[in-house]
């Protein structure tokens, strides 16, 4: 499903400007939509589901481009069990 900004600020509660800011890095990818004269940029729900795991990757002290490095790299394990080990990771 493509979802534009306001719909992935009210599904994940990260705010507009963090989504773009996060585009703009390369997080997440760039796509655009054409609605008729006017371009909208548009997100995938695996797009939405990883906004979610950086935030939660984020509060718990990783950086910007490391949370993303976990998520691309070890996304199949992000559960419960992973995410406390990564908790005690960060307060190291």
Do not use: C
Request: avoid cysteine; charged fraction near 35%.
């Amino acid at each position: 499903m493509n979802n534009r900004i306001l719909r992935v600020e009210r599904l994940t509660g990260i705010p507009r400007q963090r989504v773009r800011y996060y585009r703009e890095k390369g997080i997440i990818p760039s796509r655009k939509e054409k609605a008729g004269s006017r371009q909208f940029y548009v997100y995938q729900d695996e797009d939405i589901e990883k906004l979610k795991w950086i935030d939660r990757l984020l509060t718990m002290g990783l950086k910007l481009n490391n949370a993303a490095f976990v998520y691309e790299h070890h996304r199949d394990k992000l559960s419960g069990d992973f995410l406390e080990l990564l908790k005690i990771i960060s307060v190291n």
